[in-house]
């Protein structure tokens, strides 16, 4: 499943990296724009840095859950609402390596956000950063069928329990690093 999951992850850097190297291009753009028109302030390198990781993060979630569209007729998506990991619960249902490097990679797909964004930002620190993580999982599920990907109940599910695991993780790094943590919130 490990190697799996490695293959996965390599083909989808090859894959998507225009799309990662497009999204950082737009971010350096727009946050120069911002910055030159005065709307934004500049901020400290480690927080700047630190938004560039993020925004490349981000890049990558949304290369992962909307790329390749599928804008075709008949190829629209659909929202599932039967749920794989309810079915497994009740022993309907036996998961092969592929689900569970599926699932797998949900959770892991979302850790980063829990843990960078309560870094970045003051106000999503510690467990603040939960709704915040749940609303970009439900505004990325409830898109997905419109790009011609589909809808599912459990990626809600596995999604936020990566945002849970980032949020814990970096709990300790805010308690035990504060002044590094101020670094990158200003």
Known sequence: MLSMLFDYALSFALEQLPALLAGGALFLFFRHLLCRRGTLTRRSVPHEAGLAVFALYLCAVLAITFLPFHFMPGAAGRYEFNSTLLAMARGEYTAGNWVWAMMTGNVLMLIPFGFLAPLLWEKLRGLRVLPAG?????????????????????????????????ALLSLPVQILLPRQTAALRC
């Open 134 to 166: 749940l609303a970009l999982i439900l505004s990325i599920e409830l898109l997905q069928p419109l790009t011609g990907r589909s809808f599912d109940v459990d990626d809600i599910f596995l999604n936020f329990l990566g945002v849970l695991i980032g």
